[in-house]
């Protein structure tokens, strides 16, 4: 069973900068690609951005394009999003979850003055 753990998040004001972690485990991370989506009060979930299982590949959401960074340790067995130049609409609980969809628990991000 898919194991995934979200962690980082936490209330910032706008124009700050947080990272978010993943530990993922009991399944083949390192071959695996990853995505972060989010998910604010009322909508439904929104992709964020992906990463390739080795690291050649990444996109992401328009919104967020050269504010946000995603990242992967294979070795470790992580997963992370560097969030800089947050904004109020960034405030989601974000999530972690491979291409089937799977998610861990969420972490909040609350970007608030």
């Known amino acids: 069973e898919v194991h995934l753990v979200e962690s980082g998040g936490g209330l910032v004001q706008p124009g700050g900068s947080l990272r978010l972690s993943c530990a993922a485990s009991?399944?083949?991370?390192?071959?695996?690609?990853m995505k972060w989506v989010r998910q604010s009060p009322g909508k439904g979930l929104e992709w964020v951005a992906t990463?390739?299982?080795?690291?050649?590949?990444?996109a992401y959401v328009d919104s967020v394009k050269g504010r946000f960074t995603i990242s992967r340790d294979n070795a470790k067995n992580m997963l992370f999003l560097q969030m800089n130049s947050l904004k109020l609409d960034d405030t989601a609980v974000y999530y972690c979850?491979?291409?089937?969809?799977?998610r861990g628990q969420g972490t909040q991000v609350t970007v608030s003055s």
């Open positions: 979850t491979t291409t089937f969809g799977e």
């Open positions: 009991a399944f083949s991370f390192n071959s695996r690609t």
């Open positions: 990463i390739s299982s080795g690291s050649d590949y990444t």
